[in-house]
């Protein structure tokens, strides 16, 4: 077996090589904190002590590379997508880098869905969108890594498909990888090791192998950054918003065609044509807090006039990071029960017994995505 084991001068919470030559620099420990063990870089310190945004990022040649590797060691991929962004946190291509090795796909923060889902439906809903990804996975397992949900199950797949390899953690940033190794240092064995996790993206920066008792290793990755996710595009404190941090409450509008509700100044969802009816939104409580409908012939001027003041977030500032909104066109067809997912921003339900005609307007690059209903 060849896998790589981070050098032994690598911190202990986000594998970045150590250094205590230049404070501004990634990996820098002083001096004196380098007999600890284990030893964390200062970039974890202020992460963990004053929850301080890591704000360094994997580009994608490094992360294809990184998978890439993973293909060529004899493991096991254990893959992890966030339930809230689906679309937006599926490895695009993941199959191919995998190689021979087997997949399991661990569909994570499911704390986060309504308190009253039918989680067996979830399962056969992933199933299906796997395939249709045309991603090749041995099974699907949901869980909640944080809240302590399913995770017997991720526990007895990892076991069964193992057989002695090591397993390899990998998924876009955020999704959860370094809370869900985490939680089995803690619960299944007397390591003293953690990872360090964080709210922000783009925490942990090199592989860290937590070793195992046969010989074999888990291992954490570095997230991929997918700027098709609003969340990498939004300024710290909205992305502060735009994560739930409770199970999501849908909300029921009922809507006339030729009305528009505003997700602050994020996106935009114009119903324009179709018979009265339902739509359910689907995002964080700040968000719902933030949503304002008009009449669609309003809308322009109401974006013109507010956005960055009424229509926030963002505010003025964070405006800025965004780029412009492009439109997605979309047609709900008649009898059809489908979500249009905003990548990092939740999903709006159109559970359309007569159809509708959409448009989304969202930050240019922002993955927006018609799908059967999750729920
Ligand atoms: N609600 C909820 N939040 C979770 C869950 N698992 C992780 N989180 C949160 O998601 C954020 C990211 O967690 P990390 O473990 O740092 O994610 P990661 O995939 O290691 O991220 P990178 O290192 O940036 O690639 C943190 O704020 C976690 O508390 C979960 O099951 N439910
Ligand atoms: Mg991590």
């Not at 992360?63 to 339930?83: A, C, K, M, N, P």
């Not at 993206?201 to 609003?230: C, N, Q």
């Amino acid at each position: 077996m060849t896998v790589e084991h981070p050098s032994a001068a690598a911190c202990s919470g986000c594998g970045v090589a150590l250094q205590t030559a230049s404070p501004d620099q990634l990996g820098y420990v002083p001096q004196k904190a380098l007999g600890r063990t284990p030893v964390i870089c200062q970039r974890c310190f202020r992460i963990r002590h004053y929850n301080e945004a890591s704000s360094i990022t994997l580009n994608d040649d490094d992360f294809l590379r990184l998978l890439h590797q993973v293909g060529t060691t004899e493991s096991l991929v254990v893959s992890i997508v966030d339930v809230f962004d689906f679309e937006g946190s599926m490895i695009a291509g993941l199959s191919r880098f995998a190689g021979k090795n087997p997949v399991i796909l661990v569909v994570n923060k499911i704390d986060l869905l309504p308190k009253v889902t039918n989680y067996n439906r979830i399962v056969n809903w992933v199933q299906r969108q796997a395939k249709e990804a045309g991603l090749r996975v041995v099974q699907v397992v949901l869980c909640s890594a944080k809240k302590n949900m399913g995770f017997d199950r991720v526990i007895e797949a990892i076991e069964r498909f193992r057989g002695g390899r090591s397993v390899y953690v990998v998924g876009a940033t955020n999704v959860g990888k370094s809370t869900l190794i985490n939680r089995l240092i803690r619960d299944y064995s007397d390591l003293d090791a953690e990872l360090t996790v964080s709210q922000y993206p783009g925490t942990t920066l090199d592989l860290v192998a937590i070793p195992l008792d046969d010989g074999a290793s888990i291992i954490d990755t570095p997230g991929i950054v997918y700027r098709h996710r609003l969340t990498e595009l939004v300024c710290k404190k909205d992305l502060g918003a735009l994560l739930p941090d409770k199970p999501i409450k849908p909300l029921v509008y009922q809507l006339n065609e030729r009305q528009t509700l505003f997700f602050g100044g994020l996106a935009r969802f114009d119903f324009e044509r179709g018979e009265r009816q339902s739509f359910t939104v689907n995002v964080s409580n700040a968000i719902a807090g933030s949503v304002h409908r008009t009449k669609l012939e309003r809308a322009d001027a109401l974006y013109e006039e507010h956005r960055g003041g009424l229509l926030s977030p963002p505010d003025k500032e964070g405006l800025e990071l965004l780029p412009p909104w492009t439109k997605h066109s979309i047609r709900i067809p008649r009898g059809m029960k489908q979500d249009i997912s905003i990548s990092g921003l939740g999903w709006i339900a159109a559970s359309s017994a007569v159809g509708a005609d959409i448009t989304v307007h969202a930050p240019k690059g922002v993955k927006v995505t018609v799908r059967d209903s999750i729920i």
